[in-house]
């Protein structure tokens, strides 16, 4: 075919150059140009078929049908051999991957250990019930699967490939600001049978806790992280962790001028079906840190004001019981005293019970309401009586007064150290007794086995006591 085509080509240089030497000399000779002729693919692109035309060899145009329609069988043939090459590496490939244990294939309950680091406390919202934490979690468990792996194995380990615990928060409010996980494989760890798996889980965000504020502003706020899993209790039981303590970091506490935070970290176990659809049992495991609140704020910009104009009203003494005066400027404290009232509804949240501080300020309005009422007595027994009487009279109601006044501060006090700062001194036991697990641990690489169980229960007893 390669000599035909050759021959074929140089036929048609001929006959061009031939053609342009006709009509240079037609043009010369002043007749008119000739008609164009049609090109051959012109002609096929046309008509569908090839025709012999005027001028022109037609085994040039049989030679270019014959090369197109070669081309042509030559790029299925490739595709195909493209499609082959492809399929056949894809079954190499699988041929040559390891089966490997999926989501869902473990039919035992897997134990997953967690440790939980605040690494750091922003804010804590009185007002909203929320705090926002930067926080760290930790998460074990052993794989079987992977007792055949070796340190070269290591890097080649893919999650989506193995079980996982699929943990996840339950007090977050909104979205997580940023989160980060990442998984490692521990081959060989003492105190275990099989290869470790750990997830390593970093994440910041603002968290809904439910605030207790009895005690305001005397109270003790717990600082909860809830860890639960999308596998029901029959497959997964969270639990502490055994070789480590969970830590809060002191030193990057940045509400400090509000809040004062304590050392020790505890955890407990709970089970919901809330947070799902269906009636499946879901493990919980409570992460708690806590707080006290640092009461000198309230105490001199509240508590000692209204007390001094609880005071202020015994200097009405001076005026004579039948002036009127003396019941106007009581009133006028009366008022002022309610004031501090709608200060106090501004820092804390719509709750339906009284704390300490509303106690204590309500009790003064009672107490300038009384005394407002001596003094419309006093100014009505001075037209029935004389005013020696009356006298005599308003000394004693004023002295009595002012003895119910003090007994209600003693009382008060009494009752917000047996209650508020009896919690407060558990969280100082707490302390004490993490010290002792973590020494317990640095120094024999286990958890220190509970000795006082009823240290719980008097936590729970000191935050029900009112």
Known sequence: MIPYLAQATTSSKTKVHEGHYDTHKTMASGTSMPTPVPSTRTVIEQTGSVSPLPGRDPRLADTFRHLITALDRSNVIMEGCANAVVSLSDRINSDKTPSKQYLGD??????????????????????????????????????????????????????????????????????????????????????YTYPIVLLLWRFKGKFRENLELEHFPFDVQDLTVQVTTERSSSEVELIEDQHSLCTVNIKTFQDAQEWSIYEHVETFRDQTTQEYVSSTIHPILFIQCRVKRKIGYFMWNIVFIVALITCLTFSMITLEPENVDRMYNNVTLLLTASIFKMVIQQSLPTISYLTYLDIYVLATLVFLGLQIAENAVMAGLCKIMSKTEVYEWDRYAIVSLAIVLFLFHIMFMIHIYLTAYRRRRLMKQKDRLYQAKKKHLEKYGSMMPTKEPTLSIKMNQAKNFK
């Open 106 to 191: 473990r039919k035992d309950k897997v134990t997953v250990e967690l440790k939980c680091a605040f690494l750091k406390i922003i804010d804590i919202e009185t007002l909203d019930q929320i705090f926002e934490a930067e926080i760290f979690i930790q998460a074990r468990w052993m794989e079987p699967a992977l007792k055949d792996f070796t340190e070269k194995d290591m890097q080649d380990y893919d999650p989506a490939n193995y079980w996982i615990p699929k943990l996840s928060i339950m007090n977050t409010d909104g979205e997580l600001e940023w989160n980060r996980r990442s998984f490692t494989v521990q081959l060989k760890e003492p105190g």
